[in-house]
């Protein structure tokens, strides 16, 4: 993305340059369609981008409801845990320092310790699971958010990418807008030279021969016009509506 951004600022630079000239309309037409495919380039990779942020917000969220289910079964199997035991305590008088004191010998104070180590070993085991799966969600979501932060940066730029696209393809118009309208002066001229030759036979020939050097002038200016205009038309044109203009309207406004 960063060459072409430089790509377009090349091609901005150049047709800066010639923006005024209609005599480069071809070169201008050729920088702009440059512009255009690469816009397109930028509008694509954006896109994709786009797709890509998609399925890694659906692959995380997947993984964040599997973590949520695992949370919920060890919140479950602690509070099922904390329950036996306070029902223990509650009914049956039993603490872990009470068991302690119901060992009749040295031995069974040992069994008795290492039992009580084990239930505080599994109730640990389990608090540890349980906080582990709830800092993998939060990490989990905070990278679900770092994602759909890119993704709305990228969807701004996507946007800003298809109104130059836009803009490209009105600059495309205007300039053939320009290049139909400046056609009309060469061809103005031809037409009014020619009535002129028609409607005063009784010139001098040195008159005649000046009317028929400008006329001819003006055709060949005319011809280069029109070379140009269908080759800019080669490009990738949004629709114009282009008026139809007879000769005879355009000779009567001369």
């Given at each position: ?54 399925a890694d917000i659906s692959a995380k969220e997947a993984d964040i409801a599997e973590l949520e289910v695992q949370e919920q079964e060890q919140l479950e199997e602690y509070q099922e845990f904390y329950r036996q035991v306070r029902w223990m305590e509650e009914t049956g008088g039993t603490s872990y320092l009470s068991i302690l004191f119901q060992a009749s010998s040295f031995s069974q104070l040992l069994e008795y310790a290492t039992l009580i180590t084990d239930i505080m070993e599994y109730s640990n085991r ?129």
């Open positions: 993305l960063t060459d072409i951004k430089e790509q377009k600022k090349e091609a901005d630079a150049r047709l800066a340059a010639i923006r005024d000239d209609l005599s480069k309309a071809k070169e201008q037409m050729e920088l702009i369609q440059g512009q255009v495919v690469l816009t397109e380039s930028q509008i694509n990779a954006s896109q994709q981008l786009l797709d890509q942020y998609d389990i608090i540890d699971r349980l906080e582990n799966t709830q800092q993998q969600i939060a990490v989990a979501r905070d990278a679900v958010q770092a994602t759909r932060d890119e993704e709305a940066a990228v969807k701004v730029e996507l946007e800003e990418q298809k109104a130059e696209r836009a803009m490209a393809e009105q600059r495309k118009d205007e300039l053939v807008m320009y290049l139909a309208h400046d056609i009309r002066t060469p061809l103005t001229s031809v037409i009014g030279y020619l009535s002129l030759l028609q409607e005063m036979p009784d010139m001098t020939e040195e008159q005649r021969q000046t009317f028929i050097r400008i006329t001819l002038e003006k055709a060949q200016r005319l011809e280069v016009l029109v070379n140009e205009f269908f080759d800019i038309t080669r490009f990738n044109l949004t629709s114009l509506a282009l008026e139809p203009l007879s000769i005879i309207r355009l000779y009567s406004y001369r």
